[in-house]
């Protein structure tokens, strides 16, 4: 589990700051600050300190200058997986939009042009995190985004509303419209998470 303080105290250590500076910063004691990031803090708590600092959340739970290659928050315990082990599964973290749906399209070209179920999940610098699922069997992909919070939304997306007809077609000869479905994914992702992701 990530220990919050210790990152914190550490940063403050390199940055040549006291953590009475950053409690200032944040308008509270430094006693109280300390206290707010024990246990289980919350995410607002993590983003004034991070503002504070001027670092990103993923750098104030992992230490490193980079987004964090993985972090999940389970019933309010904040997780790092950035070390890929036989139990675990590295997250990759996104920053930006452009990066997010360049990721996106790669992946659904793949599952189309393929006929194997595939998944593809990530984190978001606001720490949600979205799974996308493509089962060939059903024609669908399959979007979901956990918020830090707990709460999920899903949107399937079936073939057959995304799909490049030509006359005479069956519905075996039905081809996925690319370009709509990506589109759609995306628009969905960048209108479910808060809009600090940044275009390059």
Same mark, same amino acid.
């Given at each position: 589990?990530?220990?919050? *303080?210790?990152?914190?105290?550490?940063?403050?250590?390199?940055?040549?700051?006291?953590?009475?500076?950053?409690?200032?910063?944040?308008?509270?004691?430094?006693?109280?600050?300390?206290?707010?990031?024990?246990?289980?803090?919350?995410?607002?708590?993590?983003?004034?300190?991070?503002?504070?600092?001027?670092?990103? +959340?993923?750098?104030?739970?992992?230490?490193?200058?980079?987004?964090?290659?993985?972090? @999940?928050?389970?019933?309010?315990?904040? =997780?790092?997986?950035?070390?890929? !082990?036989?139990?675990? @599964?590295?997250?990759?973290?996104?920053?930006? =939009?452009?990066?997010?749906?360049?990721?996106?399209?790669?992946?659904?070209?793949?599952?189309?042009?393929?006929?194997?179920? !595939?998944?593809?999940?990530?984190?978001?610098?606001?720490?949600? +995190?979205?799974?996308?699922? =493509?089962?060939? !069997?059903?024609?669908?992909?399959?979007?979901?985004?956990? =918020?830090?919070?707990? #709460?999920?939304?899903?949107?399937?997306?079936?073939?057959?509303?995304?799909?490049?007809? #030509?006359?005479?077609?069956?519905?075996?000869?039905?081809?996925?419209?690319?370009?709509? @479905?990506?589109?759609?994914?995306?628009?969905?992702? *960048?209108?479910?998470?808060?809009?600090?992701?940044?275009?390059?």
């Amino acid at each position: 589990m990530i220990n919050v *303080e210790e990152n914190l105290r550490e940063i403050c250590r390199r940055k040549g700051l006291r953590l009475s500076d950053v409690a200032d910063r944040v308008g509270a004691g430094q006693s109280n600050l300390i206290n707010s990031v024990k246990g289980n803090p919350k995410l607002s708590t993590l983003q004034d300190i991070a503002d504070a600092l001027n670092i990103s +959340v993923s750098e104030l739970l992992t230490m490193r200058p980079e987004a964090a290659a993985g972090i @999940v928050i389970i019933d309010g315990q904040t =997780y790092q997986l950035s070390k890929p !082990a036989a139990a675990t @599964v590295q997250l990759p973290s996104f920053t930006h =939009y452009d990066t997010l749906r360049e990721e996106i399209k790669v992946f659904i070209k793949k599952c189309v042009d393929g006929s194997e179920p !595939a998944s593809k999940m990530g984190i978001v610098e606001t720490l949600e +995190v979205f799974s996308l699922i =493509y089962d060939p !069997a059903a024609s669908k992909f399959f979007l979901s985004l956990c =918020y830090a919070d707990g #709460k999920t939304l899903t949107n399937i997306y079936d073939k057959f509303e995304f799909c490049d007809w #030509k006359e005479g077609d069956s519905e075996e000869d039905a081809i996925w419209d690319l370009a709509d @479905v990506t589109e759609e994914i995306i628009n969905d992702i *960048e209108g479910w998470v808060p809009s600090k992701l940044q275009t390059k």
